[in-house]
């Protein structure tokens, strides 16, 4: 018995140490990730949160065991100080898995703190760029929107300076129509005049033959002068 005992005491003593390291590792990456706002995956110290907590719950298991074993062999004839020792052994490993439930709570609340702002966080963001591309878009209609009315106005004063030059020689036209009337009305009531102005138009046909005569003579005499 003496030997078994002894055996399973060494064992609790050292998976008691190994969970004394890993619950001080895990509560510093707790604070670490509570004070850097770390992931709990990312990479602080020994391992990670996850990493450690789920060693830690490997070696509660196996001290549990190592108890539950030392229980096995400590009979009803046991020294107090035998059945002391196992007691302080459990009470060892009540307080390690407090600890660690707590640690591990602590995080987790934090994580899931963290994981509600970064989802806020994204929100207020895509929040944010949906109206900046709604605001892009109106600026780009508003835009469109003077453009179309900038050549309205001028389609608009186009059509205008148009309709303008319409009227402008419609009304020459009257006014050319109302002399050529006026004319063919005197020439028609004084036969006089139509004589008169038929003479002086054929004799400025004369005239402007024999000016052309003129003017080709000219042009071939210095022809051939210039041939000679």
Same mark, same amino acid.
């Given at each position: 018995?003496?030997?078994r005992w002894?055996? /399973?005491r060494?064992?609790?003593?050292?998976l008691e140490?190994e969970?004394e390291?890993k619950l001080?590792?895990? +509560? $510093?990456l +707790?604070?670490a990730?509570?004070n850097?706002? &770390?992931?709990?995956?990312s990479p602080?110290?020994?391992?990670?949160c996850?990493?450690v %907590?789920?060693? !830690?719950?490997?070696? /509660?298991q196996? *001290?549990?065991?190592?108890?539950?074993?030392?229980?096995?062999v400590?009979g009803? +004839?046991?020294?107090?100080?035998i059945?002391h020792?196992?007691?302080?052994h459990?009470? !060892? *490993?009540q307080?390690?898995?407090?600890?660690?439930?707590?640690? $591990?709570?602590?995080v987790?609340a934090?994580?899931?703190?963290?994981?509600?702002i970064g989802s806020?966080?994204q929100?207020i963001?895509? &929040? $944010?760029?949906t109206?900046?591309?709604?605001?892009?878009r109106t600026?780009?209609?508003?835009k469109? &929107?003077?453009?179309l009315r900038?050549s309205? $106005?001028l389609?608009d004063?186009a059509?205008s300076?148009?309709l %303008?030059?319409?009227? +402008?020689?419609s009304?020459q036209r009257?006014?050319?129509?109302?002399?050529?009337n006026a004319?063919?009305g /005197?020439?028609n009531r004084?036969p %006089?005049?139509n004589n008169?102005?038929?003479? !002086?138009?054929f004799r400025?046909?004369?005239d402007?033959i024999?000016?052309g005569t003129? !003017?080709?003579?000219?042009?071939?005499i210095?022809?051939l002068y210039?041939r000679?």
């Open positions: 018995m003496a030997t002894d055996a /399973l060494r064992d609790a003593r050292q140490n969970l390291n001080v590792s895990f +509560g $510093k +707790g604070t990730y509570r850097e706002v &770390h992931s709990p995956t602080n110290g020994p391992g990670s996850d990493v %907590a789920m060693e !830690i719950n490997q070696l /509660l196996r *001290l549990s065991k190592v108890n539950d074993a030392m229980d096995d400590v009803e +004839g046991s020294s107090s100080a059945r020792t196992l007691q302080r459990h009470d !060892i *490993l307080d390690y898995r407090q600890e660690f439930n707590k640690t $591990k709570a602590n987790h934090f994580q899931e703190r963290e994981d509600l806020v966080r929100d963001q895509a &929040h $944010k760029t109206a900046g591309s709604a605001n892009r600026e780009l209609y508003m469109e &929107h003077d453009h900038s309205d $106005k389609a004063e059509l300076s148009a %303008a030059a319409k009227e +402008g020689l009304s009257r006014v050319l129509s109302s002399i050529n004319v063919t /005197l020439t004084y %006089a005049i008169l102005l038929q003479r !002086i138009n400025k046909r004369r402007s024999v000016l003129v !003017i080709a003579v000219c042009i071939i210095l022809f210039s000679g």
